[in-house]
């Protein structure tokens, strides 16, 4: 029998590579589970349970990848959409965990995730929510950041799905998104996401017409609750639409991106990157940007105040600020 191995210096443990054993102790499995090891003169911890407790120890390069595995999951902020709910069982506040009083009236539920508070607790939840299908009724005419984080996508499935189709086979199609589908056909196409979700058939068997998808997908944006280039960037946009240097103009433009909540932002780009792929074939189509920007100038930007007259004038601006997305798409995001 070979001697035992002497003790090391006494300043600490000798920090030896944890193997799991075939015949080990309940404790020896709990260390290799844990990454954690006792000794009789302190305790050695392991990296894995190291970066756990002592995140600033962690290398820069452990940090990146860190950051980007957190925005691959794209947690885009959303406030709760609380509204007044009359609870048929006794209820208790999830926020605060007291009981909710009240003989009609007890609450907020929040429509999309489902959580019930107090109204005074409604203010003080932070802006977490985590919409769930079940509560999740529509696609079209649902707010944008809701249908992304409750479908766990970068984008709405609607746009993804709708691009992917115009793009298979409609590219050279004349007049693409300025010819109209059929009204019918573009309500099915509705109905059938409403429906069925990311199981939606909008293939060219079921509508050969892919003036039918183009409809449906100004429709969807159409219907937005906020539109994509939201009313809190609006006044920001118009200022830059009424610039007549280009290099203003774009900065203009910058700052108001900036503006754009994530999810609003990643759809614009993703249809924007779309739209100029479509330029590209002007010859086939004869859509260039200043035609698309003609289209979809009113479906992206809507002014906060519906004044008629108001949305009147700035039908022209949309329409450059679209167009000045679309040509310089690729310097702008």
Same mark, same amino acid.
């Given at each position: ?9 006494r ?7 944890i193997k799991?054993k075939?015949e080990?102790s309940?404790q020896?499995l709990?260390?290799?589970?844990l990454?954690?090891?006792?000794c009789s003169?302190?305790t050695?911890l392991?990296k894995?349970? #190291? @970066? ?7 290398s820069?390069?452990?940090?990146r990848?860190?950051?980007t595995?957190?925005?691959?999951q794209?947690?885009y902020?959303?406030?709760?959409? *609380?509204?007044?709910?009359? /609870?048929?069982?006794?209820?208790? $506040?999830?926020?605060c =965990?007291?009981f ?8 907020l539920?929040?429509?999309?995730c %489902?959580?019930?508070?107090h ?6 939840v932070?802006?977490?929510c985590q919409?769930? @299908?079940?509560h999740?009724?529509?696609v079209?005419?649902?707010?944008l950041?809701?249908l ?13 799905? $709708?691009?992917r189709?115009?793009e298979? #086979?409609?590219?050279?199609s004349? %007049?693409l998104?300025r010819v109209?589908?059929?009204?019918e ?5 509705? &109905?059938?996401f409403?429906r ?8 060219a068997? !079921?509508y050969a017409d892919?003036?039918?998808i183009a ?5 969807y @944006?159409?219907?937005?609750p =906020? ?10 946009? !118009?200022q830059a ?8 103009r774009?900065?203009?433009? #910058?700052?108001g991106l900036?503006?754009?909540?994530p999810?609003? #932002?990643?759809? &614009?780009?993703? @249809?924007l990157?779309? &739209?100029k792929?479509?330029?590209?074939f002007?010859?086939?189509?004869? !859509?260039?940007?200043?035609n698309? %920007?003609?289209? *979809? ?10 004044n008629?007259?108001?949305t009147?004038?700035? !039908? ?10 679309i040509e310089?798409?690729n310097?702008? /995001?």
């Amino acid at each position: 029998m070979e001697p035992l191995p002497t003790e090391g210096p006494r300043s600490g443990c000798v920090a030896a590579p944890i193997k799991p054993k075939r015949e080990g102790s309940h404790q020896d499995l709990l260390t290799f589970t844990l990454g954690m090891k006792l000794c009789s003169r302190g305790t050695v911890l392991w990296k894995p349970f #190291r @970066l756990l407790t002592y995140p600033q120890l962690t290398s820069s390069l452990e940090k990146r990848g860190t950051l980007t595995e957190s925005e691959r999951q794209h947690r885009y902020e959303k406030a709760h959409n *609380f509204k007044v709910h009359a /609870f048929r069982r006794p209820h208790w $506040c999830e926020y605060c =965990t007291n009981f909710t009083w009240g003989l009609t009236i007890q609450g907020l539920r929040c429509s999309d995730c %489902g959580l019930n508070v107090h109204k005074r607790c409604s203010q003080l939840v932070s802006r977490d929510c985590q919409p769930d @299908l079940r509560h999740v009724k529509k696609v079209f005419g649902c707010d944008l950041t809701t249908l992304v984080k409750a479908h766990k996508t970068e984008r709405p499935m609607v746009v993804d799905m $709708c691009i992917r189709e115009i793009e298979q #086979r409609g590219l050279k199609s004349e %007049g693409l998104y300025r010819v109209s589908g059929s009204a019918e056909r573009i309500e099915d196409v509705k &109905l059938a996401f409403d429906r069925d979700g990311e199981e939606a058939n909008i293939s060219a068997a !079921m509508y050969a017409d892919i003036n039918v998808i183009a409809g449906a997908l100004k429709l969807y @944006l159409r219907e937005l609750p =906020t539109p994509v280039i939201t009313y809190d960037a609006y006044p920001k946009f !118009m200022q830059a639409a009424r610039t007549t240097s280009l290099d203003i103009r774009l900065e203009a433009v #910058r700052q108001g991106l900036l503006l754009l909540p994530p999810a609003h #932002r990643e759809t &614009l780009r993703y @249809l924007l990157t779309h &739209l100029k792929r479509v330029t590209m074939f002007e010859k086939d189509n004869f !859509m260039n940007a200043e035609n698309l %920007g003609i289209v *979809f100038g009113p479906t992206l930007m809507q002014p906060p105040n519906e004044n008629a007259l108001e949305t009147l004038n700035d !039908m022209q601006y949309q329409k450059v600020i679209v167009q000045l997305l679309i040509e310089h798409e690729n310097t702008l /995001f």
